[in-house]
């Protein structure tokens, strides 16, 4: 049986915060709100797309967050790309990964088709063997269905799954799961937020991740 190491998307793999950041002011803007500076956002990200809508426009009433979400998706299906980037070090550990026999995956809380066609662009020659994000029907993320989801797909003992992410909605989403986690130091949110959320391990560069997922943990 393969090692599973099961990666965050946003913070994680890929540096999104411009690219979502310029979608809510653009959404915040067209309906006459005021904008947020990009580094704001790192803490409104994590928990899906309305909760990030919510937090940015928090007097917003139902009607006025679903227009607003269906700006900031219009926009961002057109410029998610525009300035996201793989953080550094990052092809080279899924590449890695890859050749040792681990098996890898992606549980977002970023909608399904944005997913998809983010990890598409950016890691082609990946070969993943589940890439899931936010679905009707599932709670986000720390709620840990997204990874019994992965396990469904890619039947993996627990003792033998890594849950890697940036932010505390992470480490929680790791510990309901009962899978081991590892925070990383390069993504949206603060260290201090990884160990406030009791994260197992904490990381401060990709390649530091592969001494985990040797036999055995």
Known sequence: MKKLAIFDLDGTLLNTIYDLGEACNYALRKLGFNQHPIPAYNFMVGNGVRKLIERAQPDADEKTIE??????????DLHCMDDTKPYTGIPELLNDLTEKGVAIAVASNKYQNA???????????????????QRDGRPSKPDPSIIFSILAEYPTPKSDVLYIGDSGVDMETARRACVESIGVSWGFRPVSELRQAYADNIVSAPSEILKFLSDPF
């Open 67 to 76: 227009e607003l979400l269906s700006i900031f998706r219009e926009y961002y």
């Open 115 to 133: 997913v998809t066609r983010i990890v598409e662009h950016y890691f082609p020659d990946i070969k993943f063997v589940s890439v899931q994000g």
